[in-house]
């Protein structure tokens, strides 16, 4: 198994908290500052939330966010204030905590809360589960870990590929011609 996808496979929800929103890649510069790569949403929609934690609970404040090169974000976490603090938070993974919650909008959180949705055929088969939400554009896509091959595909995430959500069974029914 590649590395990245063994990490990846790797990740922990902390406590009831929330998603994971990113990864934090590298520092940037001398002041502490890193950047991220966002994993949940795109990084648009990153940038609103300024308070996260880490899997263990500690909180975490972002300032001075900012979109960067290859669909990172760079950020100063405040009490970050050199290099070699922020090079020890490399490969760590940002939640969203209770805090940012408010600050997103409805669409936002609707996005939020299909992660991890199980992904169902019209008849009501399980094929998955939502790893991931991104927008390059052109409309949102999601991303499905398919079961038990784990072979990642993705479709638009529009009425004509999913036919129904329902929050309180946890589901989303999806157009089966799309899964190519």
């Given amino acids: 198994m590649h590395p990245r996808r063994a990490k990846r496979e ?8 929330g998603p994971c ?12 500052t890193v950047r991220i790569m966002p994993r949940a949403v795109d990084p648009e929609r990153f940038i609103r939330c300024d308070k996260l ?3 263990d609970g500690t909180k975490v404040h972002l300032k001075k966010q900012k979109l960067s090169r290859g669909g990172t974000v760079t950020a100063k976490i405040i009490g ?8 020890a938070l490399r490969k760590k993974e940002l939640f ?3 805090e940012s919650r408010t600050s997103l909008g409805e669409d936002d959180l609707q996005d939020l809360s299909i992660l991890s949705m199980r992904v169902v055929d019209d008849s009501g088969e399980e094929l ?23 072979k990642r595909v993705y479709i ?18 999806v157009n089966t011609e799309f899964l190519v």
Avoid: H, W
């Fill in 10 to 17: 790797q990740q922990t929800m902390p406590n009831d908290d």
């Fill in 156 to 173: 638009p995430y529009n009425k004509d590929a999913v036919t129904n959500i329902n929050f309180e069974t946890g589901t989303m029914a």
């Fill in 80 to 87: 970050c204030d050199d290099r070699n603090v922020a090079e």
């Fill in 96 to 98: 969203l905590g209770e």
């Fill in 128 to 150: 998955g589960v939502i790893e991931s939400i991104r927008d390059f554009g052109a409309g949102s896509i999601l991303e499905l870990k398919l079961q038990p091959s784990g």
């Fill in 21 to 32: 929103m990113g990864t934090i890649v590298s520092p940037v510069g001398i002041n502490g």
């Fill in 53 to 55: 934690c880490f899997a």
